[in-house]
């Protein structure tokens, strides 16, 4: 890498993540195997990428030193909002459409909240959670929307050329994000407000629109990731996002994302999420009872955060 | 290296503090250079030099919150250490900061007695009646008749430095170090001020006062020790010299006050403001600047200086009247403000200046960017040229480009902060404390651009506390007090004498 | 018309039952709200519904519990969310003197007027059993578990057991937890598949595992035998098409119904046993059609089918 | 003398009036709209269970006001306090005596309350991820210990305990305001409180002051931990048994009453009587909409709102 490319210094430990990431394959590949087969770290690459598919918006959100508790919420009324326009019309495309911009406007709301009205974000997605929930318990009614064409149900459980679908999605949406965090000005912009939004503003950025950009964009992912948990559930209903809203957020710090704003990549997302399922991946292999997954979880995000804290300063000094 | 001569007192007791070969680095400063310092019980020692000599970091030294490279102290002739503002606290030594210290949500009673609460029967509990009935006391003897209710967050710049002052009185210490105590003070409060220190000489205590009022020297000050660069120039009794002789000790030359060579010929007005308010409570705002022209505004800390501004720059939410730029009107906001041409170098760099987190590269490129692309579509290697570019044309002292903010000198901070708006294509500057904190080289090179700035066609607005600064390089000033313009010196008018008049004005 | 007369004017006739259920997630409770609904309204009474805001919240049902006495509705038609934990509230419903009749899941203290459910433990082992004879009695089966540790999943999950052990020929490879949740039953069962080549059937804890576990073995291509329990309207629909082999079904709906019937008829001082034990059914493709009609339509059925002395 | 004191004693109560968070408006309107419209929403023992319903997320939101004023954060509290819970139940089974098995509660609470300030203190971790591993922890050690399962046959004592009254008030509302009472001293008037205004408003002032920073502020997780091990007396109280996951979640609601009772994340602004009215106002909101029988997917969605109008009525009169 050249210098210029050096310089945007927004995730400096990617390496030992990497590193952790072998570690952990070789360990699983030693200790089952089922674990080094095609089947199975497909299968890997499948969770993953879902998990990807929801923490990445996130990212982008913890990027500008906000947060979006609304995510987990959010894809659960997309899903059901596409559920019943699908079963519905019978239209694969409407309802997408819906529930994508059911995401979307979620995300404008929280936008609205977090840049005109000034609420801090942490409650105003909070309660915005809890609306959609209302929302969602109210529209559901306790029931189940399932049974979908097959070709839809092909988007969340499907393969094409040996990959499964998710795969590309998330690949799709890393390179978008990728190019877009890198090689545009608003994503440069975006950094400059996660590491000092004070200074940003006094450099004549537009902190408003750029942070509805980004509220919406997450917003926008989680209605995209709602359609694809429809598709690979084959099913819809109102609490589905609930258990997936921690590890979301867990996959983005332990990606080496900083809740401080300025520094965090969606390729880190993706290896923390990477992480996050090659090890519940591997507890379920070797049948360790679930009820450890929340301590080993944690022990995790407390090594990535570690190793931040630790290598962070000295990656920064050698610059 | 010559060793500057150092005047003992006739041969008294042993002195109350010593500090000897004191040393200290920072990142890319070398902020105290092998420095000593005596001071008596009884004796008010003035300490002075330029921004950036290393006056505060001497006294934080002193006070155990920065811990030096080398030397060593003695008080009262024994061997001391200090670790730690503990231990400082421990020896009897108070320090008043240049940098408020208060606790905004604590009241003016909690605040003086931080740490030091006075306790009650039960253990940790706060007597908070003694508490109020001592700092009232305290307030009184310094003249001042606050609630000791109200909270830090309420009080003006000169109550907070007054609130300073007794919670460094307060702690009953055998060392006092007054780190400009006066900067925000009226000439009333000064002379209740003095009137305090001359009782605490007589009650035996050490005091180190540092100022930029070097009048101060002759009034309060039975001896001056004069820093410059880091380094020890000299130390001399007060009585036996003169105003002349300190600035050239502390310059380190003959006295060289910067002058520039005044263009005869101001252009077309581009900024032109009327009736400004502005919620920040700056009001009844009425000036403009031209093109080639540096303008000045003076003040007192406090006078609404900064709020000015942040006003006219959009960045505080304005009530009334108009801000033209090149004619025309702005809209308010940062960003249009930038988008049409207007740049800020903001007061608090490190607040609202640098993204300290960030590189060099990007702090330098972060409002030039719609300029730079306008396509939005960034390129490393344009953005590496530019950067380039612009580290080599302000000489900024980095390794790489790639260096966060946060490691840089203070002067090449400031540097860096100009420099984001060179590549923003800004024709009508605004410069709030340029030089604050900054060596007298990096001064010397800001004044340099400033100048190259306005040669090329750019207007500036120049906001100093040094009014020798805003005497040499103005063109104009305007002069605030209570957050409003009093008044107006062209160049002839111009000196510090008429800047004070105007911004001290007693009813 | 107000609201406030119309209370007031048919309180003396219509009695108020609450009735209390676990979540708004879970579609068996909805089919118990409507049961218990059309239950209280075949004898003239009215429902209000009570369901915690984070589903299966324990404090959460408890202050419910708490200011539905303060309101003093004629009787509690109850749900615990968990067996133990909800004990206080039901002792507190007591002392404030009204019934309680406890529907589903039983409540391990308190007086209750009467139980309405079936026996969890049987229920899976008839549904397990049926599935094992259809291999043939020989196989490699896996278990989806519940939540782990809650009553619910450990019954349902040693009448799995016992069911299994009713077969020497058929090996147990492994019993995992999914939570109840389609999506961690689908993950559950995407890695089992890794681990195991050959897995002849699969006894979901609940419907929804079931049909996530169905999810995986039709990705992965590989058919195997799944049961589930509840006999919830998505298992009738995987039953009809063939991708669900049965579902053990203790008609939830029938709860409902019959445990507002009993709550009305204690208040009218009518018997109602201690313990009303509604009938397990194995669901699958002969036997489906009734249950296979809109909630909305379907009928309570008469006080003696179930409860007759 | 005394006019002046009366109208200096007006005068604090407009500024108190002022400083008020929105939040003690939404409650104001909240009681007189149930109270009107609820039946026997005004009943003494309805409003006794609102204190009851209110205790324990007070218990919590306590020491969380004062972490929040630190500019942290405390994600692992309801998680500590269902282990802590899981842990008294089991002392309790085993045959220890109530002191005894408290006394266990808090230990547990305190070592996840230092290993919190700890990291954030020494490790220098962020709050959020620091206190997002160890939530983590104890949840997994809970659900680990238990195997998921309800931890029953407590014996008497405790039940006996939070089911005890006195004038009248239960067991629970008095551990309530005597922890209220205990916070106030200490917050407002302990060496202890003013560094937590100090941490949180000005750290470096307080370095300068001699204190030992670091001692302070982990002491400010450690009272977390602590809290909500002792919060798990009440809990278990209320369930006659313990339980691996019922407080799950609990520490959102107690940030979010923090922050809806107008402590910020910033420069050590905030204090306890905001939160107290934030906690009240969800108690009462919940409460109340359940003696109106509202149906449950409007009561999740009145949350939402409520914490958000109170946000709005903060952020508008800031502006104003
Ligand atoms: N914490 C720090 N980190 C890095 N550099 C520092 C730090 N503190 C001071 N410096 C640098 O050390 C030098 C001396 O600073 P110091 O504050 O002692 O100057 P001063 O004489 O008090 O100036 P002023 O009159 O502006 O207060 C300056 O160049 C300053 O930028
Ligand atoms: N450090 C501070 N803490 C609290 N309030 C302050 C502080 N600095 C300024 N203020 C408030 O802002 C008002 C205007 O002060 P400000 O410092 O902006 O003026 P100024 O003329 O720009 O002075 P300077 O730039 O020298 O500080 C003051 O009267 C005071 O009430
Ligand atoms: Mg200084
Ligand atoms: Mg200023």
Redesign the interface.
Known sequence: MTAPAAWPLRMPSIGYRLLGVAALCLALALATDAFLTLPNLLNVMRQASLTFLIASGLTLVIVTAGLDLSIGANLGLSACFAAAVIQASGSVLLGAAVGLASGIVIGVMNGVMVTWLGLPPFIATFGMLWMVYGVNYWYMAGTTIYDFPQGFRNLGSGDALGVPVPVYLMAASMLVGGLFTRYTTWGHDIYAIGANREAARLSGIPIRSRLMLVYTLSGAMAGLSGIVYLARLNSAEAGMGDPLLLPAIAAVLIGGTSLFGGIGTLSGTFVGALILTLTLNGMNLLTIDTNWQPLVMGVIVLLAAWLDASTRRRAEARA | MERAPIQEPPARAVPRVEMRGISKRFPGVRALDDVSLTVHAGEVHMLVGQNGAGKSTLIKVLCGAVHPDSGEFRIDGRPVRIESAADARRLGVAVIFQEFSLVPHLDIAQNIFLGREPGSRFPGVVDRRRMHAQARALLDALGMDLDTRLPAAELGVAQQQMVEIAKALSQNARILVMDEPTAALSDHEIDRLFARIRKLKQDGIAVIYISHRLREVFTIGDRVTVLRDGRHAATLESARTDMAGLVRLMVGREVRTHRRRFGESAGDIVLEVRDLEAENGVHGIGLHVRAGEIVGVAGLVGSGRTELARAIFGADRVLGGEVRLGGQRLPGGPAEAVARGMGLVPEDRKESGLALTRSVGDNLLVAALPRIFPNRWYRFGTAARIVADLIARLQVATPSPGRLAKFLSGGNQQKVVVGKWLGAGVHFYVFDEPTRGIDVAAKAEMFGLMETLVGDGAAVLMISSELPEVVALCDRAYVMRDRTIVGELDRRDLTEENILKLAMHHE | AGGGDESDAAGEGRETIAVFTK?????F??VV?TGAARGAADMGADV????????D????Q???I???????PDAIVFTPV???????GVEQVNAAGIPVVNITDPV??GDIVSFVGCDEVTLARDTGRYVLERLGGAGNVVILEG????VNS?NRVSGFMAAVEEFPDVTLL?S??G?F????A???M??????YPEIDAVLAAND?MA??AI?AL???NRPALVVGLNG???AI?AIK?GTLLASGDCDGFNHGCLGAMAAVRHVRNLPVPDEILIPITVVDETNYQPLDIPLEERMCPAWETFAGE | MSRAAVLEGGARWRAAASRAPGVAYLLAALLVFFALFGPRFASAPNLLNIGIQSSILLLLALPMTLIIMAEGLDLSMGAVLGLAGIVLASALVAGYGLPAALGAALAVGLVFGVANGLLVTRVGLPPFAATLGTLGAAQGGALVATGGQSVVGIGPSLPALYASSWLGIPFSIWVAVAAYGAFHVLLYHTRFGACVFAIGGNRDALALAGVRVHAYHAAIYALGGLMAGFAALLLTGRMNAGHPTAAIGMEFDAIAAVIVGGTRFERGYGGLPGTVLGVLAVGVLKNGLNVLAVPSSLQVASIGLLLIAALLVDSIRGRS
Do not use: C, K, W
């Open positions: 979540n708004q997630t879970n579609p409770f909805e709200r209000v519904q009570y369901i915690p805001t984070r589903p919240n324990i404090p959460e408890m202050s419910q708490e200011d539905v006495v303060v309101r003093r968990d067996t133990q934990a909800m004990v206080p391990l203290g939540v782990g540790g809650s450990n492994a995992q937890p939570n949740q389609r999506l961690q689908l993950q559950v995407e890695n089992l598949l890794q681990t929804s049909m996530g999810e039709e990705a992965a919830t309207q998505e629909d098409a």
